[in-house]
């Protein structure tokens, strides 16, 4: 038997979904036009997220609407997460993996993406969050018959880690072992 032959399949990682948040702080024109640049840049109409509580030295009040994000998932998931890595030079942070698997990172202006720049919108940083996940999880989703995902089915972050240097030939840097000036 070859060597390809004996993997399984049900232990590939692969993404489940992809967030794309822009976090303006304020509701009104801004999260308007950043809202055209999520739309623009992942094809979707974006969700407006609100504020959870008032806090008065940002002036945000409970429930203004202060962000948006849409999730992308499949193939355009793929695209984007590519575009955004070729961004931050395939180069991540220890702290940037979660222990559940996920990973995420923010980029400070949307036109290192490739969309052109409009005077009119500006410029904005976004937030991207992905979710890995491996074959079967459905299993913990479905409405019936919900079952449990036993704990070594589940993604590490060892594993994402591995699973980003693997396929992106990314590099992860240790905050503790970089040397400040």
Sequence with gaps: ???????????DIRISKMVVNISVGESG???????????????????????RITIRTF??????????HAT??????EE????????KEYELMLQNFSDSGHFGFGISEHIDLGIKYDPSTGIYGMDFYICLERAGMRVARRKKRVG???PKHRVTKREAINWFQKKYDGIVLDRNLIKRD
Aim: proline letters at 5%; a positive charge.
């Design 1 to 11: 038997m070859s060597a390809k032959s004996k993997t399984n399949p049900m232990r």
């Design 29 to 51: 024109d801004r999260l308007v036009r950043a809202s055209k640049v999520v739309e623009s840049l992942t094809g979707q109409m974006p969700v407006l997220s609100r504020a």
């Design 59 to 68: 002036g945000i009040r409970r429930n203004e609407k202060i962000a948006c």
């Design 72 to 77: 992308v998932r499949g193939e355009k998931a």
């Design 80 to 87: 984007l997460l590519e575009r955004g890595l070729k961004v």
């Design 148 to 150: 449990r995902v036993p």
